[in-house]
Every structure is written in C-alpha cells, then in structure tokens.
C-alpha cells in the first residue's frame, strides 16, 4: 500500500488592497447619499409623496452602502481567507465568517455555480458539505445557527478576495479531506 504523504497546512491570504478598495467604495457611496441626495430630494421635488418615497429609498440605500463598508474594514483584520490544518478548515471568507469545521464534519466539497461564475472560466464557487447537517447544526452557538438560517443550511467558501484561483483550492482541500479523512480512519481501526 501507498504512504500518502501528509499535506502542508494551507493559508490562503485576503487580498487586502482590494477589500480596501471596496470598503472605500462602499463608505464614499454612503456618504454621498447621506449627504447630497436628501438635500436634492428636499429642494427640489414638490410632491410630497414622491419626497417621502425617495427619501426612504436613500435612507435605505445609505444605510446598506455603510454597512457593507463597515464589514470591509472589519475584514482588513482577517489576513487570511481560508486556513486549513490536521484539525479542520477555518473559513473567513464573505462578509459573515463561518469559522472553524472540523474534518470528521466535512463529507466533501462542491463546486457551486453563482451569478459572478458566469464572468469568468474558473470553477464555481466552493461550498463545504456537512455529513449529518442537523448533528452539527445542534453543536453550533446562536450566532453560527443564524449564519447557517440565513445561508440556506450552506457554508461557502467566497473566493473572491483570494490569492488562489478556485480550481486548485478545490484541488487543495479535496486532497485533505482524504488524507485526513484516511488518517481518521487508520488511528480508529
């Protein structure tokens, strides 16, 4: 039988330039919204109605443009993306961080395809599958259940800051997921 050969601890880093840059975009667009477009609306529409409506609309808008800028800056502080060791996968990518999935939870890794998939030519997006997802779901704290709730049950691995093309991160973790996955089995029998 074939020694496999233990695989390196993965890192894979944020691109910190470009949540930098969308964290400015976000914030600038909220800004300008707070400030400029109700002065618009105020000064130069008569129907009141019309003036409400837009008004709500720009709040809104202003508020969400804000938001996202904050969950930028707060994503400065994460280097990485995505780590994975001997315990498990640590996911910090996408606005919500998932965090830590251990590998005896994990039963695989799928190719998920999305709207920006459609941009370019690299494998969809990544989404780790849980194998008993009510067992792990039960283990979660409040806030990781929320994320699962609002996530539709899937944890995904966003790509989109990385430094690593989808591909051969999927190739990656797979690669892991058996290593480990065998190692596990090895030691229990």
Not at 90 to 101: K, M, P, T
Not at 103 to 111: L, M, P, R, S
Not at 112 to 131: F, G, N, Q, R
Not at 134 to 161: D, V
Request: glycine share 4%.
């Amino acid at each position: 039988m074939e020694k496999q050969i233990k695989p390196e601890n993965l890192y894979i880093a944020r691109k910190r330039w470009l949540t930098a840059i969308a964290a400015a975009a976000f914030l600038a667009v909220g800004i300008a919204l707070a400030v400029a477009f109700p002065l618009a609306v105020i000064k130069y529409l008569p129907s009141d109605d019309l003036r409400i409506y837009l008004i709500v609309c720009a709040v809104l808008l202003t508020a969400e443009s804000l938001y996202l800028g904050v969950l930028n800056l707060r994503n400065l502080f994460f280097p990485y993306i995505l780590t994975a060791d001997e315990k498990g996968v640590y996911n910090y990518s996408g606005f919500f961080h998932f965090g830590f999935v251990a590998w005896q939870e994990i039963g695989g890794f799928t190719k998920e395809a999305a709207v920006l998939d459609m941009l370019d030519s690299d494998t969809p997006s990544i989404k780790i599958y849980v194998k008993n997802f009510n067992a792990f779901k039960r283990k979660q704290s409040f806030y990781r259940k929320w994320l699962l709730f609002w996530s539709l049950g899937e944890i995904k691995i966003h790509t989109l800051c990385s430094q690593i093309p989808r591909k051969q991160l999927l190739t990656l973790l797979c690669d892991m997921l058996v290593y480990y996955s065998h190692s596990e089995q090895v030691n229990n029998g």
